[in-house]
Structure formats: C-alpha cells, structure tokens
C-alpha cells in the first residue's frame, strides 16, 4: 500500500495525515464532479460519477507520468499535480463528447 500511495504522488506521513490527505483529495473530486455536472449539463453522469471519473483518470494520469515522465526543471510535485489533473479532466469530458 505504501508503494502505491508514494507511486501516484503522496508522501510517507502517519496514518491520521494520510486519512486527512486522501479526504481532502475526495473532497476535491467531488467539487470538481458537481462543476463539471454543472458545465455538461446534459452530457455529465452525475455528480459522484463524475468524480469517480476524475479521480480514475488522475490516479491514471499520474501513474503514467510517474512511469514515462519527461523530466522538467519544476517541482516533480507539481508537475504530478498538473497532470493528474489534466488527465482526470480529460478522461471525463472524453466520456462525455462519446457517450452513446
């Protein structure tokens, strides 16, 4: 679990921290799910959908960028940070533009 946790970008911190990290990170999701059903209007799935998707597509995308990365002169921190969003962003509004 510990590996996992460093591999997608949190650092080594107690427990009590780690629950308080990965709540603030739901948390977030689920806002930026409830903006992104307020924006697709039609074309969301919801909003815990939406954040269900978003988180996939950040842990994805940072995996990846963790794997294949390009190394730049910023903080790798925040260049994950970027990404995962990016990437999370982009897996739901390609979900939405072809949803059958």
Do not use: C, K, Q
């Amino acid at each position: 679990m510990r590996g996992l946790l460093m591999m997608v970008g949190l650092p080594d911190l107690p427990l009590l921290s780690l629950i308080l990290v990965v709540t603030m990170i739901v948390l977030g999701a689920m806002m930026f799910g409830w903006f992104a059903d307020l924006l697709l209007d039609d074309g969301g799935f919801g909003t815990m959908f939406n954040a269900g998707i978003l988180l996939v597509g950040a842990f994805a995308g940072a995996w990846l960028w963790h794997r294949y990365g390009i190394p730049t002169r910023f903080p790798a921190e925040a260049v994950r940070a970027v990404v995962a969003t990016g990437s999370g962003l982009l897996l739901l509004i390609t979900l939405a533009v072809f949803r059958p």
